[in-house]
Every structure is written in C-alpha cells, then in structure tokens.
C-alpha cells in the first residue's frame, strides 16, 4: 500500500521561508514522478511543481517560480519543495501526490496517489 506523509508546515510571516517533505513508502519511489499541489479555501486544488524520477526535469507554477525549488532524495523515498519569499496568497493545504509515471507533469488527474495535506499559513 503507498503512503505519502508531508510534514514541515506551519504559520510563518511573510517573506519567510518553509521546506516541506514528504516521505513516501509502499512504491519503488524512484521510479516515479512527484509532484506538490495546494489547496487554498473555496478553491480548486492546484499544481505548484513536479519533478520527474531522475530530478533531470522540473516544473512549477508561474506562481511559485524563482521562490520555490522541489527535489528529491530518492535513498530517504523523500520528496521535498522549499518555499522562500512566502506570500499571504500561498496559504493553502498543500499536497504530496505520486505520479502514474516517472514523467514530471502538471495535471492532477496523471497522480494516483496522494498524501493527507500539510497546512501553511503565511500572514501578513
């Protein structure tokens, strides 16, 4: 069975930084895709970055791009998006999700499994 558990969430002021991680098990991790999604109140779950199973490719959210960095460490089954120059608007539930494949995309529909959320709050 594949479990995702993030951590590293919290309340921070903006213009600070956050790291989140998620551990991954049940899945040759290495093999595949991850990706990180949020989810802010009354909105729809969104992409934030993905990389693929060799790190060689990346991909983040306009938003997010130039303040985000996501990488991997595939002997700890980890994936991890450090967050710096945090926004009020980055608040949200955010979610580690593996991919079907070991290429990095956007679309949610292409992950098949998915972490319970890790909350981060930025205020102003």
């Known amino acids: 069975q594949v479990q995702l558990v993030e951590s590293g969430g919290g309340l921070v002021q903006a213009g600070g930084s956050l790291r989140l991680s998620c551990a991954a098990s049940?899945?040759?991790?290495?093999?595949?895709?991850m990706g990180w999604f949020r989810q802010a109140p009354g909105k729809e779950r969104e992409f934030v970055a993905a990389?693929?199973?060799?790190?060689?490719?990346?991909l983040y959210a306009d938003s997010v791009k130039g303040r985000s960095t996501i990488f991997r460490d595939n002997g700890k089954n980890t994936v991890y998006l450090q967050m710096n120059s945090l926004k009020p608007e980055d608040t949200a539930v955010y979610y580690c999700?593996?991919?079907?494949?070991?290429?990095?995309?956007?679309?949610?529909?292409?992950?098949?499994?998915w972490g319970q959320g890790t909350q981060v709050t930025v205020s102003s």
């Open positions: 049940g899945r040759t991790f290495s093999s595949y895709a």
């Open positions: 990389i693929g199973w060799n790190t060689a490719r990346t």
């Open positions: 999700a593996t991919g079907r494949t070991g290429e990095a995309v956007r679309e949610k529909y292409e992950y098949d499994y």
